[in-house]
């Protein structure tokens, strides 16, 4: 596609219940990233796949939230057990990082959290 | 591990005054910074990034942001501002060699006010 897609838009959920949240990034692209944004705490990092590498899951807040991403391609977020402090917009970017850091990062129009 | 601080949450400026948003950056690595732009009910948007050469960068829409190694600072700017500049800016940094996540500052909201 010609940019990041998540679904997604908007989700509002009942606390306790998983979400499953997707992410299909910009063909092509090898690295692919999840961000919380909340209100006052900007861009938190949640997690980082890169190629064929382990990812980096180092800014999970929790065991309850997990990622995959299949194929190289599509990445899945999930929130088990959701709580009312998960309510946030999720943002998923994609980059041709190909060994350089230094390219852009492109960014979804995010998913919308809510639980009540 | 990197970090960034940007240290105003809020700017006001009024229309056609100039602007700086500020930002600092911690890391015992060499880096690449960017500054990421989100509109208002809009994704986010690559203002500009430095990687490496001049010092001064010029992005999109009119700003500026020069790299200062010494004071580890990246701060944004504008001679000008438009309403239209109102809008959510996120400085942002990344170690220049290695499969790190890029780190984002906390944000700083610009209203120009009319």
């Known amino acids: 596609g010609a940019g990041v897609s998540q679904s997604p838009s908007n989700k509002v959920t009942e606390k306790g219940k998983d979400v499953e949240l997707r992410c299909d990034p910009i063909?092509?692209?090898?690295?692919l990233y999840w961000y919380r944004q909340s209100l006052g705490q900007g861009l938190e990092f949640l997690i980082y796949?890169?190629?064929?590498?382990?990812?980096?899951k180092s800014g999970l807040p929790s065991d309850r939230f997990s990622a995959e991403r299949t194929g190289g391609s599509v990445s899945t977020l999930t929130i088990q057990r959701t709580q009312q402090e998960d309510s946030a917009v999720y943002l998923c970017?994609?980059?041709?990082?190909?060994?350089?850091?230094?390219?852009?990062?492109?960014f979804g129009e995010g998913s919308w959290l809510t639980v009540v | 591990a990197q970090s960034v601080t940007q240290l105003d949450s809020q700017v006001p400026v009024f229309e056609e005054a100039p602007v700086e948003l500020r930002c600092n950056y911690s890391?015992?690595?060499?880096?690449?910074l960017f500054w990421y732009v989100q509109y208002p009910n809009q994704g986010l948007q690559l203002l500009l990034k430095?990687?490496?050469?001049?010092?001064l960068v010029k992005g999109i829409n009119g700003f500026e942001a020069e790299f200062n190694k010494s004071q580890t600072s990246f701060h944004l700017r504008k001679p000008s501002v438009h309403i239209s500049d109102t809008a959510e800016y996120f400085c942002?940094?990344?170690?220049?060699?290695?499969?790190?996540?890029?780190?984002f500052g906390k944000g700083t909201r610009l209203s120009v006010i009319a």
């Open positions: 970017a994609s980059s041709q990082q190909g060994g350089s850091p230094g390219n852009t990062i492109y």
């Open positions: 063909s092509g692209h090898t690295a």
């Open positions: 796949f890169q190629g064929n590498s382990a990812p980096d």
């Open positions: 890391s015992s690595v060499s880096v690449y």
């Open positions: 430095y990687l490496s050469g001049s010092t």
């Open positions: 942002a940094v990344i170690r220049n060699s290695g499969n790190t996540p890029l780190v």
